[in-house]
């Protein structure tokens, strides 16, 4: 699966595996709340993509995101995290 695409190059799941954040949340973190629309969900997910990938990656838009592929998380009722944790396999 296909989940981000960022200056021609894909990243898959199994990559994106290796790539580990530190970066730590709080109750008030958007990324962890309920988000109703897709739009603001989207938005989450590119918010908690940048942090994470920061040290790999320059620069990531929303256009950049594979969102066919992030779709079944957000339709599952994922929170962002949760669908960015699935993505990384860090949730098992």
Do not use: C, K
């Amino acid at each position: 699966m296909d989940l981000l695409i960022h200056s021609g190059v894909q990243y898959r799941v199994g990559i994106e595996g290796r790539l580990r954040s530190t970066r730590m949340t709080s109750r008030n973190d958007p990324a962890e709340s309920t988000v109703r629309s897709w739009t603001q969900w989207q938005a989450a997910v590119v918010q908690l993509l940048r942090a994470d990938l920061a040290h790999a990656l320059e620069r990531i838009d929303i256009e950049d995101v594979d969102w066919a592929a992030w779709r079944d998380f957000y339709t599952e009722g994922r929170t962002p995290r949760s669908a960015v944790d699935r993505a990384y396999e860090r949730d098992f």
